[in-house]
């Protein structure tokens, strides 16, 4: 097993970035369980498995891992430490955010109750576009199921996979008829969206590094000419895949409910209301949808606060399954 470290900045928790990123206990292409995550890439011809922990808290948070299946080369574990350090935000300074929620009595109750919360993001953009088409108008619950049902059918190459199911890449999902697509339960127009997605990214135009400096309003009118993408979706990966935290999917009935109970309004908002809402905390607006997300989930009982209470793996424990 090749193992590795990832020293980030205080405040971190590693659980509460996770389960952003999960969103749902159903998830089974990040797993999560015993304080490790868990994610499978596929990487060349094969694949890669990888689990991830966090032994030290603040002041000095620490996060150690391993590759336990797969190439265990200095470049296979320079590639995985990239991955984990764009998804989990591990490169993000909040700084400025925590600063300006220090001057707002009610964010800073919220922002205070999620310390160490990263805003987390998809590894590429083709994997937030295929999160957004699977669950386009659709319970959140069976948006995961639809993704892990692709996902098991696209990794059945990767043999056992310990509960973890690698993310579709284009070419697997290409492979894929749209009468299987059918078969998992998804509709006529989203098999066909993902495949065209599929080839959008199979013939290079999903490079992430290609929108990186693309301002908002030019990705957004580049992301509504892919088949299946609406507004909502082009939004949500601006936030979830590019990492625009200035975005808040103001389509998003879920984060519009929750915004709204920790406004306490009387009456639901609409699109155009929920931008005059967080106009007072831009540029900050994403980071008010991860953490009225973490609301949520400690709402369920997923995560646990206060924020001082940080659950943490001990060294020795890797070995875990």
């Given at each position: 097993m090749a193992y590795f470290e990832l020293p980030v900045a205080a405040p971190y928790r590693l659980d509460f970035t996770v389960w952003a990123l999960r969103r749902q206990a159903h998830n089974r292409m990040d797993g999560w369980e015993s304080e490790t995550y868990r994610r499978v890439w596929r990487y060349g011809d094969g694949w890669l498995k990888v689990r991830l922990w966090q032994t030290h808290g603040d002041p000095d948070p620490l996060l150690e891992g391993e590759i336990y299946q797969g190439p265990q080369d200095e470049r296979a574990v320079s590639w995985v430490?990239?991955?984990?350090?764009?998804?989990?935000?591990?490169?993000?300074?909040?700084?400025?955010?925590?600063?300006?929620?220090?001057?707002?009595?009610?964010?800073?109750?919220?922002?205070?109750?999620y310390r160490g919360l990263r805003p987390p993001r998809f590894p590429s953009l083709f994997e937030g576009l295929v999160n957004a088409v699977a669950c386009q108008q659709l319970s959140l619950h069976l948006g995961i199921t639809l993704l892990n049902r692709l996902s098991k059918l696209c990794g059945v190459e990767a043999g056992e996979m310990d509960q973890v199911y690698p993310f579709p890449d284009p070419c697997s999902l290409l492979r894929q008829e749209v009468t299987a697509l059918r078969d998992l339960g998804f509709s006529r127009q989203k098999a066909a969206a993902l495949r065209a997605l599929a080839e959008e990214a199979a013939a290079g135009g999903l490079e992430r590094a290609d929108w990186q400096a693309l301002p908002n309003g030019e990705a957004v009118q580049r992301l509504l000419r892919l088949r299946g993408i609406g507004r909502w979706s082009a939004e949500y990966v601006l936030l979830r895949a590019l990492g625009r935290l200035d975005v808040f999917p103001g389509d998003d009935v879920g984060a519009r409910k929750s915004l709204c109970r920790w406004l306490e309004e009387n009456s639901s908002l609409d699109y155009a209301q929920v931008a005059n809402r967080l106009r007072q905390w831009q540029p900050y607006a994403g980071m008010m949808y991860f953490l009225l997300l973490m609301r949520r989930l400690e709402g369920e009982g997923r995560v646990h606060c206060p924020a001082d209470e940080l659950p943490l793996s001990q060294p020795g424990q890797a070995d875990r399954r």
């Open positions: 430490r990239e991955q984990l350090t764009w998804m989990l935000g591990l490169d993000r300074d909040l700084a400025p955010f925590c600063a300006m929620a220090a001057t707002d009595s009610r964010l800073a109750s919220l922002a205070a109750r």
